[in-house]
């Protein structure tokens, strides 16, 4: 039996959507992220997780329509693409869930510039938009409810698709 050793590098293909993803977080003026950091080098405690991973791990999901950080932490220990963005660093679901809820608006504010971008540049389209969940105290009464096929129309879930 041979064993052989390959690298992520050389695992994930070179036109691979996260090797984009990549490209244009390291393009984007992360200073804001940066600033928020508190450790300080020599002294007791983890080096934190560098906000670009942070930032592309989030992007890479948006774009396949995954929303959830525990389900996003899944996939870095099970993906390809998420592990070769996350490297040799280990992300949990408290982390990816802290971060996207310490930056909201900057994370807005990225994910939007950055999937603009793509889709200036024919690289995704968008297909379907949500709405993001919020529970919405409704004015109506008990009968004049939405049911299942109402709900599902309202609630659909994001999706973008490639053009690589």
């Known amino acids: 039996m041979k064993i052989e050793m390959r690298a992520l590098e050389q695992l994930l293909p070179s036109d691979h959507a996260a090797r984009v993803v990549w490209e244009f977080v390291r393009k984007l003026d992360l200073s804001e992220f940066y600033a928020d950091i508190k450790?300080?080098?020599g002294r007791p405690g983890q080096p934190p997780v560098d906000p670009?991973?942070?930032?592309?791990?989030?992007?890479?999901?948006?774009?396949?329509?995954v929303g959830s950080a525990r389900?996003?932490?899944?996939l870095c220990t099970t993906h390809l693409a998420y592990e070769w963005l996350c490297g040799e660093v280990g992300v949990n679901h408290h982390l990816l869930s802290d971060f996207r809820s310490a930056h909201p608006e900057r994370l807005e504010k990225s994910l939007?510039?950055?999937?603009?971008?793509l889709m200036n540049q024919g690289l995704v389209t968008l297909t379907?938009?949500?709405?993001?969940?919020m529970r919405v105290r409704a004015s109506a009464g008990a009968r004049r409810s939405v049911g299942r096929a109402g709900c599902k129309?309202?609630?659909e879930t994001r999706r973008l698709k490639w053009r690589l």
Do not use: K, Y
Not at 71 to 74: D, G, M, N, S, T
């Open 39 to 41: 450790a300080v080098e």
């Open 52 to 65: 670009a991973i942070l930032l592309a791990l989030w992007l890479l999901a948006t774009i396949e329509g």
């Open 71 to 74: 389900e996003l932490a899944r």
């Open 112 to 117: 939007v510039q950055v999937l603009a971008s």
């Open 128 to 133: 379907r938009v949500a709405q993001d969940g």
């Open 153 to 155: 129309n309202i609630c």
